[in-house]
């Protein structure tokens, strides 16, 4: 969904689910798609990116899905842990190294 | 390992003032950004900086905005007149060569409040 103003998508799961958070990009001109993971209080961290000739990118318990047809980036979590609760923010970069973001989503994992 | 680093974690200034925002950026890292994240919202692109003068900058990055690299380490960024719609999070980040697919690199940012 669409976040406005203060109000984030959330997605709530139990540890050990699947988590699967989705975004919509703008630019089909777009070279890289990043996922970062912001901890409250901190910078946002780098978890996994993905070329736009690529359509999967599986890492450490996390796999990225591009859709270019309808301009659609998903990051999937694997066996989720308390630890992975944190807004989720998907980026783009376009042949130079400034990052657009999106508008996040804020992922809770219970015990 | 290498990390960015901000100071302060958190500037409380009046309007109308003038703030600094420091950062040193990973040694070897070429290129330098700012970003500002208001509470709740997305992150957003201010400023690149590369061999020691602005590469890109957004519609957000005002002449009441200005970058500085004035020695080998430290990077800042200075807002002259602030506002209160200057109040966010801060956040500089560097990156190896600025190529696109290179992993950007983000500090833990400075929380600025403007009374």
């Known amino acids: 969904g669409e976040s406005v103003g203060l109000h984030l998508p959330t997605l709530s799961v139990q540890e050990g689910d699947n988590s699967i958070i989705n975004c919509a990009y703008s630019?089909?001109?777009?070279?890289?798609f990043i996922w970062y993971k912001q901890e409250s209080g901190k910078g946002p961290q780098f978890i996994i990116d993905?070329?736009?000739?690529?359509d999967k990118r599986q890492g450490q318990r996390v796999t990225v899905l591009l859709n270019k047809t309808v301009k659609h980036l998903s990051l999937q979590i694997a066996a989720t842990q308390p630890g992975d609760s944190a807004v989720y923010f998907c980026?783009?970069?376009?042949?130079?190294?400034?990052?657009?973001f999106g508008k996040g989503t804020m992922l809770l994992v219970s015990p | 390992e290498p990390e960015v680093t901000q100071t302060p974690s958190h500037q409380v200034t009046q309007m109308g003032q003038e703030v600094i925002l420091r950062c040193v950026p990973i040694?070897?890292?070429?290129?330098f950004y700012w970003y500002r994240q208001i509470l709740g919202q997305k992150v957003e692109f201010l400023v690149s900086?590369?061999?020691?003068?602005?590469?890109?900058k957004s519609e957000i990055f005002d002449d009441q905005f200005s970058v500085e690299r004035p020695d080998g380490s430290n990077f800042t960024l200075k807002i002259r007149s602030t506002k209160l719609e200057d109040s966010a999070m801060y956040f500089c980040?560097?990156?190896?060569?600025?190529?696109?697919?290179?992993?950007?690199?983000f500090g833990p940012g400075t929380r600025l409040t403007v009374l």
């Open positions: 980026a783009e970069n376009r042949g130079y190294s400034t990052l657009t």
């Open positions: 630019n089909s001109a777009s070279d890289y």
């Open positions: 993905i070329r736009s000739n690529m």
């Open positions: 040694s070897n890292h070429l290129y």
């Open positions: 900086f590369y061999n020691n003068e602005i590469s890109e």
């Open positions: 980040a560097s990156n190896p060569r600025g190529r696109a697919g290179d992993e950007q690199f």
